[in-house]
């Protein structure tokens, strides 16, 4: 069986992918809405190949800075600090991946994209911590005699 801080880890990197994805729609909607001097589009494909990237990016780089091990402990100031290191190299292997596959991005697009996963990453992850802690004090808070008793006469 999984440990419970693996169990963390695993939950805070799908947590970072269900945020990316997130971040990544709304910073294409929004790009695609305003009328800016080009016209943004992407095929179903390319949008697809970006955003499999991007999201391995991004939980790439949060094991690659251990930033899951720390979540549930970890003071404000190190959150914030982790999250832009995490945005900023998820933006930067974007344009690095854009440019090697040839694709022209809007380079609003990827900064919209950053700026949206860190501010959605920075909410979720003040509030996890405190979450987290609730939940392992509720799970071991101490069992009442009522309860034990009751579990034991389960059991045979």
Same mark, same amino acid.
């Given at each position: 069986?999984?440990?419970?801080?693996?169990?963390?880890?695993?939950?805070?990197?799908?947590?970072?992918?269900?945020?990316?994805?997130?971040?990544?729609?709304?910073?294409?909607?929004?790009?695609?809405?305003?009328?800016?001097?080009?016209?943004?589009?992407?095929? +179903?494909?390319?949008?697809? *190949? @970006?955003?499999?990237?991007?999201?391995?990016?991004? #939980?790439?780089?949060? %094991?690659?800075? /251990?930033?899951?091990?720390?979540?549930?402990?970890?003071?404000?100031?190190?959150?914030?600090?982790?999250?832009?290191?995490?945005?900023?190299?998820?933006?930067?292997?974007?344009?690095?991946?854009?440019?090697?596959?040839?694709?022209?991005?809007?380079?609003?697009?990827?900064?919209?994209?950053?700026? +949206?996963?860190?501010?959605? *990453? @920075?909410?979720?992850?003040?509030?996890?911590?405190? #979450?987290?802690?609730? %939940?392992?004090? /509720?799970?071991?808070?101490?069992?009442?005699?009522?309860?034990?008793?009751?579990?034991?006469?389960?059991?045979?």
């Amino acid at each position: 069986m999984f440990s419970r801080q693996r169990k963390a880890r695993v939950l805070f990197g799908l947590s970072d992918l269900f945020l990316a994805t997130l971040a990544f729609e709304i910073a294409y909607e929004l790009r695609a809405v305003l009328h800016l001097e080009h016209a943004f589009y992407l095929t +179903f494909e390319r949008k697809a *190949l @970006v955003m499999g990237f991007s999201l391995l990016a991004w #939980v790439t780089i949060g %094991i690659w800075l /251990e930033i899951y091990e720390k979540l549930d402990s970890a003071h404000p100031a190190v959150i914030l600090r982790d999250t832009t290191r995490q945005c900023a190299y998820g933006a930067l292997g974007l344009v690095v991946f854009e440019y090697l596959i040839r694709l022209d991005l809007s380079r609003f697009f990827v900064m919209l994209f950053a700026i +949206f996963a860190w501010i959605l *990453l @920075v909410i979720f992850r003040m509030t996890a911590g405190r #979450v987290v802690g609730v %939940i392992r004090r /509720e799970f071991a808070a101490p069992r009442s005699e009522e309860h034990t008793s009751e579990l034991q006469s389960l059991r045979h």
